[in-house]
């Protein structure tokens, strides 16, 4: 069974910072992709930023220049560092993986449970 687990979200004032992190751990073989999504009162799960285990990133316009996706293939773990952060950037942040358990051929797809990110004065 693969887990992913978040952790690091929290209450901050508008132009703080936070760093989020998702641990992965269960029965791996390959991890091809991770991202960030976010989900707002009232809104839909958006994409937020991805990486590959290649090193690639793409992030959404909204948050370029501000955020950072990065990961740390040897213990199964990515991060999210949220800089200069807005109220808008207020939201449930959900990471999610593309992954090959052990025993399987296919690629699955997992969620974390989530975490809060509140941004006010």
């Known amino acids: 069974q693969v887990q992913l687990v978040e952790s690091g979200g929290g209450l901050v004032q508008p132009g703080g910072s936070l760093r989020l992190s998702c641990a992965a751990s269960g029965s791996i073989f390959k991890i091809y992709a991770m991202a960030w999504y976010r989900q707002a009162p009232g809104k839909q799960r958006e994409l937020v930023a991805v990486i590959t285990t290649g090193g690639s990133t793409n992030y959404a316009d909204s948050v370029k220049g501000r955020f950072t996706i990065s990961g740390d293939n040897t213990k199964n773990t990515f991060y999210l560092q949220l800089n200069s952060l807005k109220p808008e950037d207020t939201a449930v942040y959900y990471c999610?993986?593309?992954?090959?358990?052990?025993?399987?051929?296919?690629?699955?797809?997992?969620w974390g449970q989530g975490t809060q990110v509140t941004v006010s004065s």
């Open positions: 999610n993986a593309d992954i090959t358990p052990y025993g399987l051929t296919s690629v699955q797809n997992y």
